[in-house]
T-cell receptor
Framework: KQEVTQIPAALSVPEGENLVLNCSFT??????LQWFRQDPGKGLTSLLL?????REQTSGRLNASLDKSSGRSTLYIAASQPGDSATYLC???????????FGAGTRLAVHP | DARVTQTPRHKVTEMGQEVTMRCQPI?????VFWYRQTMMQGLELLAY????????DSGMPKDRFSAEMPDATLATLKIQPSEPRDSAVYFC????????????????FGPGTRLTVL
């Protein structure tokens, strides 16, 4: 069974810090992994999709890395801003289950 | 800009009533997904469609839930009869299929329908 763990569960930092959010998954047979952001009471916004053949994907201040063999992905946020405050979810696409399996998320608060 | 839309955004109903949730996928996307999010279970896939045909609804309680795509611009999720344990946020997402036709490509989520069953 694919299990996805995100660490830390919650994080509170001052503005300007560089952050690393961690995601681990037990079944390395994945096709890709997607990182999402969810604001309170809102839907999910896709941030980055990283294919299993890729090691990294970048979008602006965000960088996602993937180490498929060890079952890990990290989301790096550079120069954090209060507007980055949200819950961040990782979801590997598991071939055996043919669907995204979501972690519980990391709740991020960036204060001015 | 292209977005997935869902209606209604909020629904409060009494136990036993029928609930219908609607979703309009992004134009050109031919895979549609229904998810449910609760504090206890997190995000769970209920069903997904490709080219309007249901490919997987194994996550859905069959006795009371049904999902359809009457046309390429509308997907519906119905609960009949509703129960308090169905209270959750229901998300629709759409995407384009992977090279094998499965749901492997990037998924784009709608804002959700917050359902409360009293």
């Amino acid at each position: 069974k694919q299990e996805v763990t995100q660490i830390p569960a919650a994080l509170s930092v001052p503005e300007g810090e560089n952050l690393v959010l961690n995601c681990s998954f037990t079944d390395s047979a994945i096709y890709n992994l997607q990182w999402f952001r969810q604001d309170p009471g809102k839907g999910l916004t896709s941030l980055l999709l990283i294919q299993s053949s890729q090691r990294e994907q970048t979008s602006g201040r965000l960088n996602a890395s993937l180490d498929k063999s060890s079952g890990r992905s990290t989301l790096y946020i550079a120069a954090s801003q209060p507007g980055d405050s949200a819950t961040y979810l990782c979801a590997p696409f598991s071939g055996g289950y043919n669907k995204l399996i979501f972690g519980a998320g990391t709740r991020l608060a960036v204060h001015p | 800009d292209a977005r997935v839309t869902q209606t209604p955004r909020h629904k409060v109903t009494e136990m036993g009533q029928e609930v219908t949730m609607r979703c309009q996928p992004i134009l050109g996307h031919n895979t549609v997904f229904w998810y449910r999010q609760t504090m206890m279970q997190g995000l769970e896939l209920l069903a997904y469609f490709r080219n309007r045909a249901p490919l997987d609804d194994s996550g859905m309680p069959k006795d009371r839930f049904s999902a359809e795509m009457p046309d390429a611009t509308l997907a519906t999720l119905k609960i009949q009869p509703s129960e308090p344990r169905d209270s959750a946020v229901y998300f629709c997402a759409s995407g384009t299929p992977g090279t094998s036709g499965g749901p492997r490509n990037e998924q784009f989520f709608g804002p959700g329908t917050r359902l409360t069953v009293l």
